[in-house]
């Protein structure tokens, strides 16, 4: 559509579904966007066929299988009534699949012009409820593929590979020369995703170059990209600065985990969606040198921290990464204190239903860090297991879709017994 001036403005995530009337296909794949255009409707129409019939569609069936269908559901404030379109899409009030992605971008406004007082939203409130509906998020090319909604979901584990000397838990401990090792000893333990980090972001660590940490991310990511045991695993770069970012791409990263939501880097966005990756938003306040100087929430946590956070994948949109490419995590440990912490690890459930947040996956990071040990008086962040554990519970129990942690072995049987109990296997 953006290559033949049909501006695409926003996305809905993608929702994954039973197929609807003919049950003898494939599950579906739905999405609705906002587009800009020039053309009449009927115009817009013969544009939407053309692109189908370029994409490899071949009509035998109505509502049969096919690779790919677009329609016009809505067009302004306008009513179309005509042989080849109906708008308001006739279909909308009874397809779940239509309806959800469509909350997601106009959830305020009228189904139909003609009857003002029900909005888009209110068809959405009276639908039963369906465990076989879920937004996805895909994270590579041959990796699983997030759907937060979806009840038996197995917990994602993100195992944490620092090379960084100043990593305040295990700081030049991986290098280039053991990294095959450690990588085949994290998959092997179950981690999906390896996150490669070249910036400390504990409280208080100076910054090195972008050329510096540049030097210690994309040698790693390549060597992982060459391991067979490893096609199928994610490879996620902890990094804020955009440079860094689309270097880690070009040599075979899948996510860009960002813990400043793109905050100290005015290009990050922008680059992510001109590359088409997905990307994580964290949140964050100040820097990682200042913010443990900004956990002021007179607000409320979890309402301020929804907002912020909304604010976040307003800019992602804007700048345009697709929402079915966004994860989010609340951020542990950046700008909140101890207390603040565990509020978000028992408030988690409240965090991912707030109103424009709901169908996003989350990712929660407590691995070993500094509130751990004030609560349970490990002050080696080494001894900080057990306590993990059971924050790493708490997240699975909360609805987190990812962890991320130091200890990757020890934390998939956490995370297995923590989907067992809430995940109804």
Avoid at 36 to 65: F, H, N, V, Y
Avoid at 159 to 169: E, G, K, M, Q, R
């Amino acid at each position: 559509m953006d290559r033949r001036g049909i501006r695409v403005k926003r996305t809905s995530s993608l929702w994954e579904t039973e197929p609807m009337y003919i049950r003898d296909q494939g599950r579906f794949v739905n999405g609705a966007c906002e587009v800009e255009t020039d053309l009449a409707p009927l115009e817009l129409l013969d544009q939407l066929q053309s692109i189908e019939k370029d994409m490899g569609r071949t009509k035998i069936i109505d509502k049969g299988p096919r690779n790919i269908d677009l329609d016009v559901l809505l067009y302004g404030d306008e009513t179309v009534n005509h042989d080849r379109l109906t708008i308001p899409h006739i279909g909308i009030p009874e397809r779940s699949f239509v309806l959800l992605p469509l909350s997601e971008l106009v959830p305020s406004r009228p189904l139909d012009p003609r009857k003002p007082w029900k909005l888009i939203q209110d068809y959405v409130n009276s639908l039963p409820k369906d465990e076989n509906i879920s937004s996805m998020t895909p994270l590579g090319t041959s990796a699983r593929t997030l759907t937060p909604l979806a009840p038996d979901r197995q917990t994602q584990i993100m195992a944490i590979l620092n090379l960084t000397p100043d990593s305040f838990s295990d700081g030049g401990r991986n290098n280039l020369d053991n990294l095959r090792d450690t990588v085949l000893h994290y998959i092997q333990n179950g981690a999906t995703i390896i996150d490669v980090g070249g910036q400390s972001t504990a409280p208080g660590q100076t910054e090195v170059s972008p050329e510096e940490e540049a030097s210690r991310v994309l040698p790693a990511i390549e060597i992982i990209r060459s391991m067979p045991e490893a096609r199928g695993i994610a490879v996620s770069v902890d990094t804020y600065r955009s440079v860094v970012a689309e270097m880690a791409i070009g040599r075979g990263a899948d996510i860009v985990n960002d813990v400043s939501a793109g905050l100290l880097d005015e290009k990050m966005l922008s680059t992510v969606a001109r590359l088409g990756k997905t990307i994580c938003l964290t949140h964050m306040r100040g820097t990682p040198q200042t913010m443990m100087d900004l956990t002021d929430y007179r607000d409320g946590l979890i309402p301020t921290i929804a907002s912020e956070l909304g604010k976040r994948v307003a800019a992602a949109e804007e700048a345009g990464i697709r929402r079915w490419r966004i994860i989010l995590d609340p951020g542990i440990g950046f700008a909140k204190t101890t207390a603040q912490n565990l509020e978000l690890l028992r408030q988690l459930p409240e965090l991912r239903n707030w109103t424009g947040l709901t169908a996003f996956p989350w990712l929660v990071g407590p691995s070993r860090k500094k509130f751990i040990g004030q609560v349970t008086g490990a002050k080696a962040p080494s001894e900080r297991i057990w306590g993990t554990a059971v924050t790493v519970a708490a997240a699975v129990q909360g609805g987190a879709d990812v962890v991320r942690v130091h200890d990757a072995a020890e934390m998939i049987k956490v995370t297995t017994m923590a989907d067992a109990i809430w995940r109804c296997f």
